[in-house]
């Protein structure tokens, strides 16, 4: 249960804060204390032997580069937000500036953007646009000014308002992105690999100029050591339309030997297709290889990614014509999944699972079927055929679609990594730890709410395999497996979800999550012994630490 926030800070309130204060109206350190509790903070190191001098010397520009960007998404927030900053330093509110450097500004982004600092809600828009604009505003001048649309839904533009009148700025016109672009070409200097060198030389002209294209084709064809992300790209900032872009960053070194072995993977995806617990007609061997797949470890991340919930993997770019042109490339982080593992998953694996299944975990099974949920996503119907007429499954499903679609990456994540071991592909990835894992991990992701697809997809699974026996309680309250019925279970809901799609039968998906998608009071249970466990981790990066020095 959480305490009541405004209650406490109305007895500090009547508490007499003196009105000099800066922000007298701010949340107790203890409230804020328990706000960073939530996330275990995580040290993020990356061995760099046997990178060559020029990636080393790069990576040190990147990493300032990356500061940079820090700096950018914190003014994309809150124009404030360097203000803000300062006032808590001046005034050593050490707890409370923490908490602003992880959510980057005065808003909780764990708790739906609680204010901490003072008690001024969250814009929809963060800093894209006039604060006080609403979205009337914004459509009744385009009605009026219907040549400005583009302008204004452009990704990287924000909205301003001078003399009355709303105006699209370009990002670098309104933000100083001088220093960053600079970095990027002296890093393109520096770095031997002539496909980074490449991409960070059109990425720092792109910053400039706002006209991402060429320099996104050239990050898909990054073929070295480093695989480094920079610019704006994501709209979740916006809550307002999704329209502009967020300034962010990966830096990290590639796992060559773990991305070797899912070429491996994807070298039997039509084997996988066609073992799919469907009648052939449905299945679908005209998709999959266009979305390579990347391990890399991360170095140090900066801007919209690191705010808050960490990312373990994504699937970009985001422009249209780069992925019709070369597709998309996904990127899983492989270090930022082990912090994960070990500070926020076992220990809801400890609560969760019977010693049987508890011995059975590792992070190699849990590692693994993340990568073969990601790889499922491409198996299975796309475009299919519907009273004659080609669609395609999200357009059949509408809402339901992405809790299907998630529910049926889980599942069939697990079948294929079975077949897969089976056939010799994984050989020191036993079959026990695999169902060990997948059990004890689902309820993360049940934590996180069954409201989100992921969550809905996973509440699915669990009832589901709980009704046909391949998980039960045991008599001391605990969860385990049982292997041969939940290798039949497993068959069973991937056969049904995969039938939903290939039909795009609407009513089969929601009779499906009516009777499944249940949160049950052996959930709840759970979840009250589990509500101090660790929400995320908090990065505590090891080349921030050593000053920069690499
Ligand atoms: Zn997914």
Avoid at 187 to 206: G, V
Avoid at 279 to 308: L, Q
Avoid at 399 to 404: A, E, F, R, V
Wanted: charged residues 30%; hydrophobic residues 40%; glycine residues 6%.
């Amino acid at each position: 249960m959480r305490i009541s926030f405004w209650g406490v800070l109305v007895m500090l309130i009547l508490a007499g804060c003196s009105s000099n204060e800066p922000f007298p109206e701010r949340a107790p350190t203890e409230k804020v204390r328990a706000e960073l509790a939530k996330l275990a903070p995580a040290p993020i190191e990356v061995d760099l032997q046997g990178l060559s001098e020029g990636d080393r010397k790069a990576l040190g520009k990147l990493i300032e580069a990356a500061k940079e960007i820090d700096e950018l998404f914190l003014m994309q927030v809150d124009p404030a937000n360097p203000k803000i900053r300062k006032k808590l330093q001046e005034a050593g509110l050490s707890d409370h500036l923490e908490l602003f450097k992880v959510m980057f500004g005065r808003w909780n982004r764990l708790v739906e953007n609680e204010p901490f600092l003072d008690r001024k809600p969250k814009p929809l828009g963060a800093g894209f646009y006039p604060e006080d604009m609403t979205r009337e505003e914004f459509e009744k001048f385009l009605q009026k000014h219907p040549d400005q649309a583009a302008a204004f839904a452009n990704e990287f533009r924000i909205i301003r308002r001078t003399n009355g009148k709303l105006i699209a700025v370009p990002y670098h016109e309104a933000y100083p992105v001088a220093k960053a672009a600079k970095l990027l070409k002296e890093a393109s200097a520096l770095t031997d690999d002539p496909s980074l060198a490449k991409y960070l030389a059109l990425r720092a002209e792109a910053l400039i100029t706002d006209d991402y294209f060429e320099s996104d084709m050239a990050w898909m064809d990054l073929a070295g050591d480093l695989e480094v992300v920079i610019g704006p790209y994501e709209v979740y900032e916006d809550a307002l339309f999704n329209y502009k872009a967020a300034y962010e960053a990966f830096i990290c070194r590639v796992d060559h030997q773990e991305s070797e072995k899912l070429k491996r993977v994807t070298d039997h995806l039509h084997e996988l297709e066609a073992s799919l617990p469907i009648p052939d007609a449905y299945k679908n061997f005209s998709r999959g290889s266009s979305s390579p797949i990347k391990v890399v470890n991360e170095i140090f991340s900066a801007g919209d990614t690191k705010a808050g919930i960490q990312t373990t993997a994504f699937n970009l770019p985001n422009d249209e014509r780069v992925r019709r042109a070369k597709g998309s490339k996904k990127v899983m982080l492989k270090n930022i999944a082990r912090a994960k593992y070990e500070l926020c998953w076992m220990p809801i694996v400890r609560v969760v699972l019977a010693p049987h299944a508890l011995d059975k975990v590792s992070f190699d099974a849990y590692f693994n079927h993340v990568l073969m949920h990601e790889v499922s996503h491409g198996l299975g119907p796309g475009f299919i055929i519907k009273n004659g007429k080609e669609t395609t499954v999200s357009k059949e499903l509408k809402n339901l679609y992405s809790t299907i679609e998630e529910c049926k990456a889980d599942v069939l994540g697990m079948t294929t990594l079975e077949q897969l071991i089976r056939k010799g592909v994984y050989t020191d990835l036993p079959l026990e730890s695999i169902y060990a894992s997948y059990l004890g991990g689902m309820f993360r992701s049940i934590r996180f709410g069954i409201d989100e697809a992921h969550g809905a997809g996973v509440a699915i699974q669990f009832n589901f395999l709980l009704e046909k026996g391949g998980f039960f309680e045991t008599a001391d309250g605990r969860l385990d497996y049982d292997a041969a019925k939940l290798k039949s279970g497993l068959q069973e809901l991937a056969a049904r979800l995969l039938i939903i799609e290939a039909t795009g039968d609407y009513e089969a998906a929601a009779q499906l999550i009516e009777r499944y998608k249940r949160r049950t009071p052996l959930m709840d249970r759970f979840l009250r012994e589990l509500k101090d466990a660790p929400i995320d981790i908090r990065p505590i990066f090891a080349v921030e630490a050593t000053g920069g020095t690499l």
